[in-house]
């Protein structure tokens, strides 16, 4: 079945430092691909998508490229800020699966001032 | 203005009790979710609900019993508590086929002594 690996945390960073969280995934067809945050005490909030191949996703500084070649959807953001200590999610979505978001494990980011 | 609410935000009990949670969303959306996430932040889909009907039921122990009664509206109810249960609960909704942006709540964390 399909699969969502992430790399596994915590990632600690000090401030503005370049940040990559890898994800990989596995699947049929042509998925769509998400990274969701989830901040300290709170539910999951999308952070970015991408909806085919070679489609880059980009918000809050933060961006992942769609590689069908690799089957990565890598995340990266060049500067990082202590408010950017969250954990991130990796999910994708195919629609043979009746529409159900499939999870990484999730990877925690801390950020040191 | 909350688009998904959960009630309680806490919750304390004993093993053996049974207790609910609940789930309101102002969204529009015609599905709804109930997910679990333990200690290490991985998270696992425990139902789902397309307009009040039942799209994905995972593993999970028939002591949970979820309940739509209509769809803005997802209700957890589970029976004779166990230890392992203790974990935070999310709520989610999306429109179904909405390309994977699925909106979350801020959480139940229930702790079972």
């Known amino acids: 079945g399909d699969s969502v690996t992430q790399m596994e945390g915590p990632v600690t960073l000090s401030e503005e430092a370049f940040l990559t969280i890898n994800c990989t995934y596995t699947a049929t067809g042509y998925p769509s691909l998400f990274w969701y945050v989830q901040y300290p005490g709170e539910g999951l909030q999308l952070l970015l998508k991408?909806?085919?191949a070679d489609d880059k996703g980009s918000n809050k500084g933060f961006e992942a490229t769609y590689r069908k070649e690799t089957t990565s959807f890598h995340l990266e953001k060049g500067s990082v800020q202590v408010s950017d200590s969250a954990v991130y999610f990796c999910?994708?979505?195919?629609?043979?699966?009746?529409?159900?978001?499939?999870w990484g494990a999730g990877t925690k980011l801390i950020i040191k001032p | 203005d909350t688009a998904v609410s959960q009630t309680p935000k806490y919750l304390v009990t004993q093993m053996g009790n049974d207790k609910s949670i609940k789930c309101e969303q102002n969204?529009?959306?015609?599905?709804m979710y109930w997910y679990k996430q333990d200690s290490k932040k991985f998270l696992k889909i425990m139902f789902s609900y397309n307009n009040k009907e039942l799209i994905i039921n995972e593993t999970v122990p028939n002591r949970f019993s979820p309940k739509s009664p209509d769809k803005a509206h997802l209700n957890l109810h589970i029976n004779s508590l166990e230890l392992g249960d203790s974990a935070v609960y999310f709520c989610a909704s999306s429109n179904r086929g909405g390309l994977g942006e699925q909106y979350f709540g801020p959480g139940t964390r229930l702790t079972v002594t």
């Open positions: 999910a994708l979505l195919n629609g043979d699966s009746n529409y159900q978001l499939i």
């Open positions: 991408a909806t085919k």
């Open positions: 969204l529009g959306h015609d599905t």
